[in-house]
Nanobody
């Protein structure tokens, strides 16, 4: 199952971006969703996750209070709203689907190709 991210780009520090992840309907209704990111030379890391019913969310400490994960059932889309972006947020962002919400990337079965986010100071 292929997930498709969009919404990345180049912004200045303090700006906002919203990433979108188009999800096949069958996957969307049965799986939790997560966002991860990978900066050059670094390992892929957890950013945010949401349970299949949208009731539970989890965030990495580095993005708490700035990023918000959400899902829209009617559009079969998962979102990551990113506010107050910092240069340290520069990375390729990936969405992923898992049976249960988790911060462990090994728990995720399906991944997108990623979208680049670049934040300049």
């Amino acid at each position: 199952v292929q997930l498709v991210e969009s919404g990345g780009g180049w912004v200045q520090a303090g700006a906002s971006l919203r990433l979108s992840c188009a999800v096949p309907e069958r996957t969307f209704t049965r799986y939790a969703m997560g966002w991860f990111r990978q900066a050059p030379g670094k390992e892929r890391e957890f950013v945010a996750g949401i349970s299949w019913n949208g009731e539970l969310t989890d965030y990495a400490d580095s993005v708490k209070g700035r990023f918000t994960i959400s899902t829209e059932g009617a559009e079969n889309t998962a979102y990551l709203q990113m506010n107050s972006l910092e240069p340290e947020d520069t990375a390729v962002y990936f969405c992923a689907a898992a049976e249960f919400a988790s911060a462990n990337l090994r728990q995720y079965d399906c991944w997108g190709q990623g979208t680049q986010v670049t934040v300049s100071s």
